[in-house]
T-cell receptor, first 113, second 115 residues
Framework: DGGITQSPKYLFRKEGQNVTLSCEQN?????MYWYRQDPGQGLRLIYY???????QKGDIAEGYSVSREKKESFPLTVTSAQKNPTAFYLC????????????FGQGTRLTVV | AQSVTQPDIHITVSEGASLELRCNYS??????LFWYVQSPGQGLQLLLK??????LVQGIKGFEAEFKRSQSSFNLRKPSVHWSDAAEYFC?????????????FGQGTILTVHP
């Protein structure tokens, strides 16, 4: 079945370490997105990519980095520069064309101790 | 800049009662509007969307929403709530001409359903 796979579901890291969250889709979607979710704040856009080898900053890109080497993959690295990395991270994608919605993965909960 | 406000952080209803979740948006042009639902620890599932046309939109699971441009609102309704509707609900706005997944979300409304 087609979908968006985020791994791992739970991730624990020590403070000061970089960590990479995986997002893979087999929907043949062109655009991919990373959102961060904190309780009571909804979702906020970190980065997005509309085509391979190109990406743009969202509203809260500081302390994060991404790459888009393949259409299917859009990994997110949470760097040690991110001051409060503990959160729920959601990856999404959209198909080409108009009048469509974003499809979301099941999320990765990152806890930094 | 666009913004979305969901005034109710937490709503409790009895099973079988009607439901209305409020959503107000701020956006200069014609918005694309969405309602998503999220179960704990899960991703988001689309309930319904509005791009143009009929301002009353039907979605999955018996939900509907009405776009009211004059009030900048896109409230979600359901005539009879089921226990399985307990979840967190998010209203979101996107903009014409940009990437369709580039959304601004409200803070979310947690729905509790009493038996």
């Amino acid at each position: 079945d087609g979908g968006i796979t985020q791994s791992p579901k739970y991730l624990f890291r020590k403070e000061g370490q970089n960590v990479t969250l995986s997002c893979e889709q087999n929907l043949n979607h062109d655009a991919m997105y990373w959102y961060r979710q904190d309780p009571g704040q909804g979702l906020r856009l970190i980065y997005y990519s509309q085509i391979v080898n190109d990406f743009q900053k969202g509203d809260i890109a500081e302390g994060y980095s991404v790459s888009r080497e393949k259409k299917e993959s859009f990994p997110l690295t949470v760097t040690s520069a991110q001051k409060n990395p503990t959160a729920f991270y959601l990856c999404a994608s959209t198909p080409p064309g108009g009048d469509t919605e974003a499809f979301f993965g099941q999320g990765t909960r990152l806890t930094v101790v | 800049a666009q913004s979305v406000t969901q005034p109710d952080i937490h709503i409790t209803v009895s099973e079988g009662a009607s439901l209305e979740l409020r959503c107000n948006y701020s956006y200069g042009a014609t918005p694309y509007l969405f309602w998503y639902v999220q179960s704990p620890g899960q991703g988001l599932q689309l309930l319904l969307k509005y791009f143009s046309g009929d301002t009353l939109v039907q979605g999955i699971k018996g939900f509907e929403a009405e776009f009211k441009r004059s009030q900048s609102s896109f409230n979600l309704r359901k005539p009879s709530v089921h226990w399985s509707d307990a979840a967190e609900y998010f209203c979101a706005v996107g903009s014409l001409g940009t990437s369709y997944g580039k959304l601004t979300f409200g803070q979310g409304t947690i729905l509790t359903v009493h038996p």
